[in-house]
């Protein structure tokens, strides 16, 4: 995806930052009560929402924003134009490290994350600053082998 499919005036982050709000009150966050939306726009304009789903054994949690992507790769989606996550916290909180590095695994490094809290308060930076070194495949060991 280029840069100018990336026009972040080109979307709508109310639409955006509302579906992640809205499902983050879906979360099932009964040992932290640390509630997270997320909402990933996908390439041909569908909004796909995410929340936290923990478990009593902590290792099981899954993050609001692995949820949505793992939700819209089941719908067959795997090319995202921008990802909004919603927390009760100010400044609002930035996605985890192994949200991050699951997002880079579909979305190139000009991906905008709008990172907002309940209170209006956005920040919106291209995955590349949250996550500038992620993981590459080894080139000599070709995928599927
Ligand atoms: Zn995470």
Redesign the pocket.
Known sequence: MSMAEHDTAAIDWDLLYETARDARLKAYAPYSTFLVGAALLTEDGEIVPGCNVENRSYGLCI????TAVATAVAAGKKTFRAIAVVTDTSPPAS?????RETLTEFCDGDTPVLMADLDGERVIKPLRELHPDPFQWPENIPKGS
């Open positions: 993050c609001a924003e692995r996605p985890c490290g192994m949200c």
